[in-house]
């Protein structure tokens, strides 16, 4: 299945390889395979979206399902 | 002896036209002042009185269409504890005075390097090497008088901070960092008060209101040990973000202090300038 994924700047170094957001699972997968597929360290995913949601790593996925990964913020200063 | 205090108001106050056409009296800082010095009362209790009595203090006549007597009263008997005076907190302080929070508490150990010129509104090319803090102080007087300062030249830690925001009605989070950030938020905790958290990263940032009880930051950050130093190292620390960022937190903190509902308690704003983001999500 297909999934479209959106993630804030601070994570686009792990979108480089999936220019349209564009990313292709296993049924049945969850946002952790994706966060995986992605290569993004999963302490850094806490927030995020699906179509609008609020969901977690063991949310199961969708074909179509639209994904925002939102980091955590960490400076001020 | 307030009776005295008001028909002395009244009297100096000018009739003036309000921009929607009514009619108010006005009193001038510079007429304040000299009251509070011949009553021997503080500047913000002489401003409160002249609320109180229908005089407007000009300085907060733009507010109160916004706000209302009552709620510009209730911004100067107002206690906000800012820990840290960086990018987030030197603006957090620039506009809770310019709002009219009676009082401020004061929070940093740091002085002034060339680095902090980008964004941290109270460092200036002549004060490198200053104390935040005592920057502080001088912008304070030099924009609202009437805001009463307590300034706390030390590094904030969970030992030191319960006794600095005890009294605070809130707590604004200016810090650099998510361990400090943990400490500020056990302290406002451990004395029931209300954090207002920012944080930036880039062109990224965030924002989200903690009340004792809450899950709080745990949510953002998880649980674990985490590095003082993280991501914005890498992403930088440009002057837009902390400048949103601090402005959306001094939201929360008016709303707090007003008593307004519709505050991000159990949510946060998410902003993303790069990629045009501006979302306000559930967290529970």
Redo the contacts between chains.
Sequence with gaps: MEVRV?????F?EYQKGYPDGRVTLEEGATVLDLVQQLGIPE?LV??L?VNGK?GNLQTGLSEGDTI?L???????? | MNQVLASELKRVAKQTISPNEEEYLSLSTEAACQIAGQFKQSLKDVEIEALKNQVIPERYQRNLGTIGVQGQIKLLRSRVAIVGVGGLGGTALELLVRFGVGRIVIIDGDSFVESNLNRQPLSESKNIGKRKVEAARERVGEVNPATEIEIHRVVANERNLPGMIQGSQVVVDGLDNIPDRLSLEKASKKMGIPLVHGAIAGFVGQVTTIFPGDPGLRLIYGSGHFPRSGLEKQFGTPCITPALIATWQVSEVIKILLGWENTLRNRVLVVDFKEQIMEVLHID
């Design positions: 959106k993630l804030m700047s601070l686009e302490k806490r927030i979206t609020q925002f939102f980091p955590p913020a960490f400076g001020g200063g």
